[in-house]
């Protein structure tokens, strides 16, 4: 029985699903479980955890989206860059050199952590593996997390050329890339339109998995992607 007597700590939900937004209140039990207090999300929840290729990602504002699998999530952010390139032909003009991701074993950026990169001078357009966080025990230990990115100005923007223009970090329930994924975007996003140089959460307890739990002490694996695009201006 929950009661204001328990100290429970409660806030409100919000995210996106197939173009429409959702709100509930939430109530924490723990560090990594919660209920939902809206019955049509949490129903909407049971239905998401019945489906392991959900991909949860989190949008410039800090709104997280659910997509029922990768083809949908590729599709919504080609549709975004075809969008920006309609209007401007002059894309990315601010594209990211490096990017370090540390994960922290603490809430609020506290514990034991590691740090993790794909610098462009050295690593090319290679995506950066990590298949099993266990091995530098962070296993199923990460409560917080600082991903920060490094722009420059672009040094040529020409038909046919090709760049890297922002990377995905994408965390995974499972070793190996297996379970749930949460993905967060840093660089040029949006198809130019913005760019984002830093994510930094302090409570991952604050995203929610498609099976409803959250977030905290939920990575065994991650990959650092690199995005590149070709110009081709016609």
Not at 119 to 141: E, F, H, Q, S, W
Not at 179 to 201: A, E, N, P, Q
């Amino acid at each position: 029985i929950i009661s204001p007597e328990n100290n429970i700590e409660k806030t409100t939900y919000s995210f996106m699903y197939k173009g429409e937004l959702y709100t509930s209140d939430v109530i924490y039990l723990n560090d990594s479980t919660s209920t939902f207090e809206n019955e049509s999300v949490l129903q909407m929840f049971e239905t998401f955890k019945n489906n392991p290729s959900m991909i949860s990602y989190i949008h410039e504002d800090g709104t997280i989206e659910y997509f029922d699998n990768e083809e949908d999530f590729i599709l919504k952010q080609t549709d975004k860059i075809e969008l920006r390139m309609s209007r401007d032909q002059s894309l990315f003009k601010v594209v990211p050199t490096q990017i370090k991701v540390k994960i922290y074993q603490n809430s609020g950026y506290g514990g034991r952590d590691r740090s993790y990169y794909h610098v462009v001078a050295t690593d090319k357009y290679n995506t950066i593996l990590i298949p099993r966080l266990a091995d530098n025990n962070m296993g199923d230990r990460t409560s917080s997390i600082k991903m920060d990115c490094e722009p420059r100005n672009n040094p040529g923007v020409t038909t046919g050329s090709s760049h890297l223009v922002s990377y995905s970090v994408e965390f995974y329930q499972s070793p190996n890339y297996g379970g749930y994924k949460l993905v967060f975007g840093l660089g040029s996003r949006g198809g130019g339109l913005t760019f984002i140089d830093k994510w930094h959460v302090s409570e991952l307890k604050s995203f929610y998995r498609p099976d409803g739990k959250n977030w905290n002490d939920s990575f065994s694996s991650m990959k650092i992607v690199p995005r590149v695009e070709t110009y081709d201006h016609r």
